[in-house]
């Protein structure tokens, strides 16, 4: 028991050397959004001084001292879309975008203590709307039985995602998922449904703070052309055609 004890301390101590200050506080956007990190602060003091840091280097973006703001040369990194919050210090980020990921470091100087914290900001790309269709190779191999036993194969696909699941649902139960923490990779998802479901499905891409559904429409998308009597009727006409136009067109040319 006691050195059971021990072990989690001393366990908690390595983490805490060998990664760092672990962050405080995590923060996730979409990007284009806003985001506010606050200090906690209600009524900033005169002597007060809050300074904010970002990145590996934690290279200074934001100050005040005073009641002075200094902004350093956050403008390269950030154009005009960071705020300092003279009341309170709070920092805002106005139109986010996927390079403001990354840890941001509040200190604040006072006469009534000093206090640090580590923000853990992750800025996520939109959704895009996954794309449903039909997988028509699959369909048309599959000609010999009858439509009432035949499935329509589908496939589900979303390109230039990162960070993401995409998932197949029947009503509200999960069928099949794929991951990927990649950034920019396109990724599709099979399914197989018989033409006569009266099941509702869809197909969705969720990131951790959003999703984007496609719902599928199956009399929309399974339609295959192999239903035997129809593509019998259809090959006489269509060679019928053909030989007409060949008949015509000898006949136009002469006339010309
Ligand atoms: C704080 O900022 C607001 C506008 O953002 C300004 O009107 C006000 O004068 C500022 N107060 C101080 C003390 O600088
Ligand atoms: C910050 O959060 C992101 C997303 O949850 C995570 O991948 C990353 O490891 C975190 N960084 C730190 C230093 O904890
Ligand atoms: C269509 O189905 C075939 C056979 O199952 C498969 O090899 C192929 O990758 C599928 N196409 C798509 C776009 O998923
Ligand atoms: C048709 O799909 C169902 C699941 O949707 C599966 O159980 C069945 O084996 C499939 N049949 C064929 C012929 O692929
Ligand atoms: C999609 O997001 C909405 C809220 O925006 C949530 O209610 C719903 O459960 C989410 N669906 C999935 C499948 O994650
Ligand atoms: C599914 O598609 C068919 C044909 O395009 C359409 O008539 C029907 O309204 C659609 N159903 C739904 C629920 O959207």
């Not at 200090?39 to 840091?53: A, C, P």
């Not at 403008?75 to 975008?97: C, P, V, W, Y």
């Not at 496609?214 to 035997?228: A, E, R, V």
């Amino acid at each position: 028991m006691h050195t059971h004890k021990c072990c989690l301390i001393l366990l908690f101590i390595c983490v805490e050397g060998v990664f760092g200050a672990a962050p405080d506080v995590m923060k996730s956007v979409t990007e284009g959004d806003s985001v506010t990190l606050n200090t906690d602060v209600t009524e900033l003091q005169r002597d007060d001084q809050i300074l904010w840091m970002f990145g590996p280097k934690e290279t200074r973006i934001a100050e005040i001292y005073k009641l002075v703001i200094d902004m350093f040369n956050s403008h390269e990194i950030f154009g005009d879309r960071l705020k300092l919050d003279n009341q309170t210090g709070s920092l805002t980020i106005r139109n986010t975008r996927s390079t403001d990921s990354g840890l941001y470091k509040r200190q604040i100087r006072s006469n009534r203590g000093n206090s640090d914290k580590i923000f853990n900001v992750t800025v996520y790309a939109h959704l895009p709307v996954p794309v449903i269709s039909s997988n028509s190779s699959q369909c048309s191999s599959s000609s010999s039985s009858s439509s009432s036993e035949q499935n329509c194969s589908l496939v589900c696909s979303v390109v230039n995602v990162g960070h993401v699941t995409l998932s197949w649902y029947k009503g509200n139960s999960l069928l099949s998922s794929i991951s990927v923490s990649d950034l920019s990779i396109s990724l599709s998802l099979p399914l197989e449904v018989e033409y006569q479901d009266k099941n509702s499905y869809s197909c969705v891409l969720n990131n951790p703070i959003s999703n984007q559904t496609q719902h599928l429409n199956i009399t929309q998308l399974c339609k295959c052309p192999d239903i035997p009597s129809r593509s019998s009727s259809v090959t006489p006409s269509l060679i019928y055609a053909v030989v007409g136009v060949a008949s015509v067109a000898p006949f136009f040319l002469r006339q010309i």
